[in-house]
């Protein structure tokens, strides 16, 4: 215990500041924060002039709680932005995407004049299906770089895009397409996963049976598999696309264009489908990425290791460092695709100045060794980001160590798909990072920890992290239900947003991130319901009853455990083995198989408080070896303790 305290005293005292050198040349310098406070929307104006307008904007916020408008009377398009401005500059030939295929051997350098030929075809193509402005186009992609060109040539007509991350099941898929009535799809035949192939269109095609409206679906060929083909409906990417002009003259939106949706777990069954616009959030993504990831066009190369499929690819690949005209690598693989040391000869290959990615995957790679990266020059790099989970200070400091080699910054950014871009992170060159924490809101960003009374707290404290005024990038809403976006997000505290997160201030008054504090699950970075999976597990003839929480897991940040009680024709039989199985393999074809759960206790009954509700708390105890609590609001108290022991055996078993 004394040397936990003590573990946990040199954690909060450990401080590194930046070296003289970056501090010397990086984007922030000091005064940003004063300059920020004093006016922030006076600020926001300023940052917003970092994007080309076709009609520059006199507004700068207008706000009806929870509803807000930002520069809503300029102009511009998306892609342009992202593309066009920067041939027009003369940068034509600067390398957008450096691409590496999953398998060794394939690559593909893609210069911004490229990438403008491509997603000039590809706008003709999507207005030759019919794609026209307002409409929502559903895409389930790989990694490659189709995936953005489509991004880009679906907001440059002025449509929105409904990017599913290819690893979701065809019901999920299929709900997604149905929720914002996309009529187009666009997807590959399949993807590669360690040098292998697997299908993709089957989960489209499967989808597609519930969703009648679907007119077109655009198949980009990337693997050579057998393809079922509906004809009328499907289109190759090859035939379509490439026989386009590559002019392709963009219209000019309002800023409150909207620019895309992305669905996101909440505490509920439903996915929500969170809704943004075009200004406000390419505003805030550029700048961050400017100021955060410390942006120089010239020199970086930029290395998100994301998928397009969550936020973090859309902000930071896709948009932010476009913006920014910055170069990047992009990777279609996983980290051990071609050997334990692939990351690490990427950036020695491709001399990456910038890696950003999640605490799961840097606990991965500190797993599988020191001797990978030691390997390798990473000389190259100057600067590391984190994302999506609480990054433990052991991670951290091998991240800064045997990564940055004492030499780099490292970020800790929070944020979240409704937040669309960084809101707490430190900025380099400036902040003196502590392992672990967050540090402060950027400029412009105004955060408050509160208690349950909605009390601002101050150092030393901890409760509830708020936002407590509008920034551009907030989503603008859930898609087609203003009322659940009030209820979810501006009800607990009114007049903030509460962002379902736990976060301390330190003996600083600096901010410490504290993990979910609702019934979200925070799996290897990915945000998971408990709600929707225990909805999965009884949508499973065999289950009456189930509950799943998220026990703490040293590789995956959390882990999904669910208890479950079987109907009484299926408790007869003698094979919980197979039957575990049986559901373990149901969450992952009804979700996805990151939702799949480590652990299903099955149990003859779940524990209730007398009102019928399930402990959850109770169970995440259970679930994480600790002592219960105070058990007696229970209708039978020795329920707990059974299933204590029940989680004991299966523990011993597993071993
Ligand atoms: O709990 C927080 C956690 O991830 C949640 C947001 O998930 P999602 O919308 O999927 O976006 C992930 C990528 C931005 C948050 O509510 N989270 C994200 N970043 C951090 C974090 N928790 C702690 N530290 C972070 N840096």
Redesign the pocket.
Known sequence: MAEAKLEAWLEENRRYAPSPDFSARANAQPGIYELADADPEGWWRQQAERLTWDQTPTKILEWDAPFARWFSDGTLNASVNCVDRHVAAGRGDQVAFHWIADAVGETRTITYAQLLEMVAQAANALQELGVRAGDRVAMYMPMIPEAVVAMLAIVRLGAMHSVVFGGFSADALASRILDSDCHFVITADGAFRRGTASPLKPAVDEALKSCPNVQAVLVVRRTEGEVDWVPGRDHWWHEVVQRQSVQHRPESFPAEQPLFLMY?SGTTAKPKGIFHTTAGYLTQVATTYFYVFDAKPDSDVCWTAADIG???GHSYIVYGPLINGVTQVMYEGLPDSDGKDRWWRIIEEYGVTMLYTAPTTIRTLMKWGDEYPQSRDLSSLRLLG??????NPEAWMWYREQVGRNNCPIV???????TGALMISPLPGISVTKPGA?MRALPGIQVAIVDNEGRHLGKGEGGYLTITHPWPSMTRGIYGDPERFFETYWSRFPGSYF???GAKYDSDGDIW?L??VDDVM?VS???LSTTEIEHALVGHHAVAEAAVVGASDDLTGQAVVAFVTLKAHSETSDDHAAIIEQLRIHVATQISPIARPRQIILTPELPKTRSGKIMRRLLRDVAEHRSLGDVTTLTDPTVVAMIAGLMEIHASSDD
């Open positions: 996101t969550w936020i973090t984190s994302v999506g989970e609480p990054i800790d950014t929070w944020w979240q798909t409704e967050g962002a379902g997160d991130l993990g979910r925070n970075g990915h945000r």
